[in-house]
């Protein structure tokens, strides 16, 4: 139990807070800078495929050990997409598939460091 709470819960934690914040209809406000919004989702979710990395890692199955980072970079895109769904149905959010690329890459760019910086 010791294992979830240091590893798993901070993912769970994160990934609750991606949803909530997801939910609301103007969580930011308008900033004139241009492609802001698609660099805070690259950020986010590497973010995300840092502490699913982390996660994934210190598992005890040695398959989602060997292979943390390709598991930690799916995560994040799954999630990503996942979340674009739940945007479609806030009121002033939509599904858009350039957010689900620059969380896409986040969640290869997090994955990638965590693993360089964490080898097996």
Do not use: C
Request: proline share 4%; charged share 20%.
């Amino acid at each position: 139990m010791k294992g979830f709470f240091k590893y798993w819960a901070p993912l769970y934690i994160y990934a609750g807070i991606i949803f909530f914040v997801s939910g609301i209809s103007k969580p930011l406000p308008e900033i004139d800078v241009p492609y802001f919004d698609k660099l805070l989702h690259v950020l986010e979710y590497g973010i995300f495929a840092i502490l699913a990395g982390r996660a994934f890692k210190n598992s005890s199955k040695e398959k989602i050990f060997e292979n943390f980072k390709i598991l930690a970079a799916l995560a994040a895109i799954t999630y990503g997409i996942s979340d674009e769904f739940h945007q479609s149905f806030v009121v002033g959010r939509y599904f858009s598939v350039f957010d689900i690329i620059a969380d896409s890459i986040g969640g290869i760019l997090g994955a990638f460091i965590y693993g360089r910086y964490h080898p097996v």
